[in-house]
């Protein structure tokens, strides 16, 4: 079973979340004292170790899934479903079920069973029964509480450097393919983008269909290049209203002035670098507000001056005067960002400022 990328972010009695491992997709087959490992697709896995501790265990069938990671030397299979138990298939049972069989196996490292995320009323640093702030454990309460000011699961696991959480359906089957049933949610960076131009909804959509965002590069500060494509994650900002202190288009002179740095006075003769659309994130109130207010500032030629992969249907323009908070997994090669979506409206921010951090 194969977990879809998810943009949204959701808590609910419905969901339950695990976190998500940055490693090597297995599935493990055990019959008798033989076992077989597979990556996804289906091809053979020498890992010995692996193999041994699997073929210990108190059943003589067994199909496992789970993914292999190596953290500081150590080799551990961490395993989060079961789809064969002694002769029974185990994909049509709920999820909690499957879990149960999983913790009767009483996996040894390098086996691990992938524990279940929740959010805790009241904790104190460690164990099911603490109860002060909210925090999130792991279901057996075998996990440290980590004491956040939130309780979502995709906060917790940014702060603690994974890749993300998955969102699984409680109830649910495990299924050969692609599911929303299982849905992934990885962690993202956030930093500030201008708008530039906007393209008509399509649909039952109404306001705008998507942003299209950028930012600006000095001459004396070129952009970043970092090999991972990933920049400092930003704090984010849920402010409401977009930035009215900037109220004149670049090509009028103000994108050719000097501004003076910690470092003292730079040439500023800024390009304004087009990064990406942004389509996710909206509520239909917003999608609203922001049409009326990018109607206001439209112009007739794209303000970018660095642009490829500008949408040619349905776009308009606008004076770069509104800032956005965006959250997105990182930079494409080609410089776009990749799966972003609007986390808020900026006031505080002169789209001067906005670079690629």
């Not at 551990?76 to 002769?87: E, L, N, R």
């Not at 980590?146 to 359906?169: C, D, M, Q, S, T």
């Not at 131009?197 to 070129?222: H, I, N, W």
């Not at 509520?283 to 001056?305: S, V, Y």
Request: glycine share 8%.
């Amino acid at each position: 079973m194969a977990a879809t990328l998810t943009q949204e972010r959701f808590t609910g009695p419905e969901w339950s979340f695990e976190r998500k491992f940055d490693g090597i997709r297995l599935l493990a087959y055990k019959k008798g004292k033989q076992v077989e490992l597979f990556s996804r697709n289906r091809l053979p896995q020498n890992l010995p170790a692996v193999a041994q501790a699997i073929s210990t265990l108190d059943h003589d069938q067994l199909i496992l899934d789970g993914e292999i990671t190596w953290g500081r030397g150590q080799l551990a299979y961490h395993v989060f479903d079961i789809m064969w138990i002694d002769g029974r298939e185990a994909m049509s049972l709920p999820l909690e079920e499957r879990r149960r069989l999983l913790r009767e196996l009483n996996l040894k490292p390098p086996l691990i069973q992938v524990v279940e995320l929740r959010v805790s009323e009241p904790g104190a640093v460690r164990g099911p029964r603490a109860s002060s702030s909210r925090g999130v454990q792991d279901a057996t309460g075998s996990s440290d509480i980590l004491a956040l000011h939130h309780n979502f699961p995709w906060e917790y696991a940014r702060a603690r450097g994974w890749e993300g959480v998955i969102a699984k359906l409680r109830g649910s089957i495990y299924e050969q393919r692609r599911s929303r049933n299982w849905l992934k949610m990885k962690c993202e960076l956030a930093q500030e983008f201008v708008v530039g131009g906007f393209t008509d909804p399509q649909g039952k959509r109404v306001g705008l269909g998507a942003l299209l965002v950028g930012y600006y590069e000095y001459a004396s500060e070129p952009a970043s290049s970092s090999p991972s494509g990933r920049g400092r994650v930003r704090e984010r900002s849920l402010a409401s209203r977009a930035s009215e202190n900037f109220s004149s288009h670049p090509a009028e002179g103000e994108r050719r002035s000097s501004e003076t740095s910690e470092g003292g006075s730079r040439s500023v003769k800024p390009d304004f670098v087009f990064a990406g659309k942004i389509g996710t994130g909206f509520n239909n109130q917003l999608l609203i507000d922001l049409r009326r207010q990018l109607d206001a500032l439209e112009i007739d030629k794209p303000p970018f001056t660095k642009a490829v992969g500008l949408p040619r249907l349905r776009a308009h323009w606008v004076r770069p005067q509104i800032v956005v908070q965006v959250g997105f997994i990182q930079w494409t090669k080609h410089n776009k960002l990749r799966h972003p979506r609007l986390l808020g409206v900026r006031h505080d921010k002169d789209p001067r400022e906005v670079v690629r951090e």
